[in-house]
């Protein structure tokens, strides 16, 4: 079995052109609608693919000398599992953005992005 850690992970906002500046960790949820199809007379619904859907999330330390997207921006995500190695892309608008402080916490930022369109993996 082949395993990975997230360690050599990185996100960028910008088509790939900077990465987010001290970042902890990312995710991206691809989903699928589902169309139901039953009718009178069977005892099992009948349910079929839809629309795909893609959003994701990322968090990072703090950095005040990086520059973060603002809300409404439309963007290009371009996601890694490893710095080398591009998995996923796609157009995304931010939808929130959360900064967050704590006594004995760095502080944090967090982005929330929803896909516009196909996310391309690889």
């Known amino acids: 079995m082949a395993c990975m850690t997230g360690k050599s ?3 960028s906002v910008d088509d790939g052109a900077t990465n987010v ?7 991206i949820t691809q ?3 589902t169309v139901e199809a039953s009718y009178m007379g069977e005892d099992w619904k009948c349910v079929k693919p839809g629309m795909f859907s893609w959003e994701g999330s990322a968090e990072a330390v703090f950095d005040t000398t990086a520059t973060y997207p603002t809300i409404g921006a439309e963007v290009t995500i371009v996601a890694y599992e ?7 892309s796609g157009n995304a608008i931010i939808t929130s953005i959360e900064t967050s402080a704590g006594v004995e916490d760095m502080i944090t930022v967090s982005l929330s992005f929803v896909g ?7």
């Not at 516009?116 to 690889?122: K, S």
């Open 9 to 11: 992970g990185a996100l």
């Open 21 to 27: 500046a001290q970042l902890v960790s990312w995710t």
């Open 31 to 33: 989903s699928a609608d």
């Open 82 to 88: 490893d710095t080398a190695v591009q998995t996923y």
């Open 116 to 122: 516009d369109g196909t996310l391309t993996t690889a």
